[in-house]
């Protein structure tokens, strides 16, 4: 069995300010990780994943985050957020067949 | 299609009510999840087929909610006597064994139930 913590709720945020949204995860096997973002009123799209190898990954729109297998993380950054990335934000554990979720992150950046 | 094509996009309906969503999942993915988002909280997973296999049915909350897929693509899932509490965004995601464990989600429907 595998499971997420998202250590934050709600992340307000200047624009151009840099953003990070943590991730903890627990599981007894190997697991890939990914990071999803939801823009309002539309679905759930990618914006990376660790499956092996470097532990710094990189993602879409800017985004980045890197796997720690001794602190079981999965923290998200980005050095500077814009208006258009105010969304929510989950990350995920596959360990099996089916991906677990965090509770979600709702950034909100601000002019 | 190129992506995972879900319907009806709203739904309301009155408390009691049996309602089906409908998922098309992109075509030759085997694998196909439903998850129910509610207001406020993470995706909570409902269901899982894969090929042939039988579906892991452990995140159903009752025995009201079912599930099924014909011919290995379309899934439909059926919520009988709607209650309130079913009121969420429920969202269907497919993939294949060589998606390394991504899934690839519709748009959800959102379903309220008065």
């Known amino acids: 069995a595998q499971s997420v913590t998202q250590l934050d709720s709600q992340v307000p945020v200047f624009e151009e300010a840099p953003v990070e949204l943590r991730c903890n995860y627990s599981?007894?096997?190997?697991?890939?990780l990914f990071w999803y973002v939801q823009y309002p009123n539309q679905g759930l799209q990618l914006l990376l994943k660790?499956?092996?190898?470097?532990?710094l990954v990189k993602g879409i729109n800017g985004f980045e985050a890197e796997f720690n297998k001794s602190q079981t993380s999965f923290h998200l950054r980005k050095p500077s957020v814009h208006i258009s990335d105010t969304a929510e934000y989950f990350c995920?554990?596959?360990?099996?067949?089916?991906?677990?979720f965090g509770a979600g992150t709702t950034v909100t950046v601000r002019a | 299609g190129a992506g995972v094509s879900q319907s009806p996009s709203n739904k309301v309906t009155e408390k009691g009510k049996d309602v089906e969503l409908r998922c098309d999942p992109i075509?030759?993915?085997?694998?196909l999840y439903w998850y129910r988002q509610s207001l406020g909280q993470g995706l909570e997973f409902l269901i899982y087929?894969?090929?042939?296999?039988?579906?892991?049915k452990s995140g159903l909350p009752s025995d009201r909610f079912s599930a099924e897929r014909t011919g290995g693509s379309v899934s439909t899932l059926t919520i009988q006597r709607t209650q309130q509490e079913d009121s969420a965004v429920y969202l269907c995601?497919?993939?294949?064994?060589?998606?390394?464990?991504?899934?690839?989600f519709g748009e959800g429907s959102r379903l309220t139930v008065l």
């Open positions: 995920a554990v596959n360990g099996d067949y089916k991906l677990s």
């Open positions: 075509s030759g993915h085997t694998a």
């Open positions: 995601a497919s993939s294949s064994l060589d998606t390394t464990g991504e899934l690839f």
């Open positions: 087929f894969q090929g042939n296999s039988a579906p892991d």
């Open positions: 599981s007894s096997v190997s697991v890939y």
């Open positions: 660790y499956l092996s190898g470097s532990t």
